[in-house]
């Protein structure tokens, strides 16, 4: 079984930064893309960073130019850096794999999704 465990949220305000991680349970490498996603409430989960397993990065223009993701394969996890956080980036971050729903079928995809880290932004 695949499971995410997301860590590193917290309360900040407008302006600071957080560091989110995020635990697999089994080797990511495989994975290929590993991405963070986010939901605020009253509205759809969002994919927000995703990085291959090259290194090749993307990011939602939302986030672009303030939040960095990064992997350590060694480890099994990946992290994002998030600077001038804004109140609009206040949301629950997950982490997943994009492809991972294909691999594992939409059951087993739907039960890989961890709790989620809060982050919330005071203006």
């Known amino acids: 079984q695949v499971r995410f465990v997301e860590s590193g949220g917290g309360l900040v305000q407008t302006g600071g930064s957080l560091r989110l991680s995020c635990a697999a349970s089994?080797?990511?490498?495989?994975?290929?893309?590993m991405g963070w996603y986010r939901q605020a409430p009253g509205k759809q989960r969002e994919l927000v960073a995703s990085i291959s397993s090259i290194g090749n990065t993307n990011y939602a223009d939302s986030v672009k130019g303030r939040f960095t993701i990064s992997r350590d394969n060694a480890k099994n996890t990946v992290y994002l850096k998030m600077n001038s956080l804004k109140p609009e980036d206040t949301a629950v971050y997950y982490c997943?794999?994009?492809?991972?729903?294909?691999?594992?079928?939409?059951?087993?995809?739907?039960?890989?999704w961890g709790q989620g880290t809060q982050v919330t932004v005071s203006s």
């Open positions: 997943n794999a994009p492809g991972l729903r294909a691999l594992l079928g939409l059951s087993a995809w739907r039960d890989s």
């Open positions: 089994l080797s990511i490498v495989g994975l290929n893309d």
